[in-house]
């Protein structure tokens, strides 16, 4: 798997077949570019017409927007996706490598998937970062063509959208935040789950009935103690 803007800067043009190659590829950037904004679009109706009952967000907005486009996906091949991850989330190591395995695992039936035609997935997440309660969706289109020859020598193409919102972590019970913790560290690692547990719920704590503008001093003084 490869991204598609790094197929396009490879070539050089100078033939005739490689100027065909580039807008071949370049053709396939637009399209899936607009399939990125279409989801992207979607994604901001979900959060301001309350699309999100499962759990309250806050702003009724994401706060951050990622996308890729990619050309010959296969299942094994998701180092991209791993890549996209570890630039979107700021979550502790062992967490972020629960999420990415969980993200993986989600993806795999549609990676899999080398039936013609078009192939679209949509999913979120909720999982802890930076002593937040963050939800991730994830809309990802594939489209597989009949055979390589099609367009420029490609089997398939692959692009996603993400969208990262925070979450009302009142609206939160303690049991949902122990699932999520334990699904994201891993439940034979009972110590690193009641640390994680107990350090967010103390940042709460400090922080609970405090209004924003005494939010970031409340957190300097935090940080000094420690």
């Known amino acids: 798997m490869a991204k598609i803007t790094s197929k396009i800067d490879a070539i050089t043009g100078k033939s005739d077949q490689e100027r065909i190659l580039k807008e071949q590829f370049a053709l396939l950037q637009k399209m899936t570019q607009a399939k990125c904004d279409q989801f992207e679009a979607e994604l901001k109706s979900m959060f301001t017409s309350g699309g999100t009952a499962e759990c309250e ?32 989330f700021n979550g502790k190591d062992d967490v972020k490598q629960g999420f990415q395995k969980l993200i993986r695992v989600a993806l795999d039936a549609l990676i899999g998937n080398t039936s013609m035609g078009e192939h679209e997935e949509k999913m979120f997440f909720i999982y802890p970062e930076n002593f937040a309660i963050v939800r991730v969706d994830v809309k990802c289109y594939k489209y597989c063509f009949s055979s390589s020859g099609i367009i420029a020598n490609t089997e398939n193409v692959f692009c996603y959208t993400m969208a ?63």
């Open 57 to 88: 967000i806050v702003g009724k907005r994401a706060i951050a927007y990622r996308n890729g486009q990619h050309v010959d996906i296969k299942v094994g091949c998701d180092d991209a996706i791993k890549d996209a991850i570890d630039m979107f």
């Open 164 to 226: 990262k919102s925070i979450v009302d972590h009142t609206k939160v019970t303690i049991d949902e935040l122990l699932y999520m913790v334990t699904e994201m560290i891993g439940a034979d690692k009972l110590e690193e789950v009641k640390a994680f547990v107990k350090e967010l719920k103390e940042v709460w704590n400090i922080l609970e009935d405090k209004n924003p503008t005494n939010v970031l001093q409340v957190a300097l003084q935090h940080n000094d103690i420690k």
